[in-house]
């Protein structure tokens, strides 16, 4: 059974940044695509970004890109999504996702989730 548990939530000022981390276990991580997803309040689950198993394929929603960086550290069974410069609209849960395939990441519907994190930046 596959485990996820998202870290590093919390409130932050606009213009602040915040490091949430994905810790996964139950599955051969390092052949595993991951995603972070995000939900905010009265609005739909969106993707956030993905990363490939290997680590050299990265994708971003457009209104992240050049402020959020997805990496992941297979050793350790961990990815993680460094937002910089947040903006009050950022404010969501963040969960991250695992599949066995990347294409399943980037179509949103990657076979398992962790239970999510709170990120709120005040303006």
């Known amino acids: 059974q596959v485990q996820l548990v998202e870290s590093g939530g919390g409130l932050v000022q606009a213009g602040g940044s915040l490091r949430l981390s994905c810790a996964a276990s139950?599955?051969?991580?390092?052949?595993?695509?991951m995603g972070w997803f995000r939900q905010a309040p009265g609005k739909e689950r969106e993707f956030v970004g993905g990363i490939s198993s290997s680590g050299s394929n990265t994708d971003y929603t457009d209104s992240v890109k050049g402020r959020f960086t997805i990496s992941r550290d297979n050793a350790k069974m961990t990815a993680y999504l460094q937002m910089n410069s947040l903006k009050p609209e950022d404010t969501a849960v963040y969960y991250c996702?695992?599949?066995?395939?990347?294409?399943?990441?980037?179509?949103?519907?990657?076979?398992?989730w962790g239970q999510g994190t709170q990120v709120t930046v005040s303006s």
């Open positions: 996702a695992l599949d066995a395939k990347y294409i399943r990441v980037l179509a949103n519907v990657p076979a398992y």
């Open positions: 139950g599955r051969t991580f390092s052949s595993s695509a």
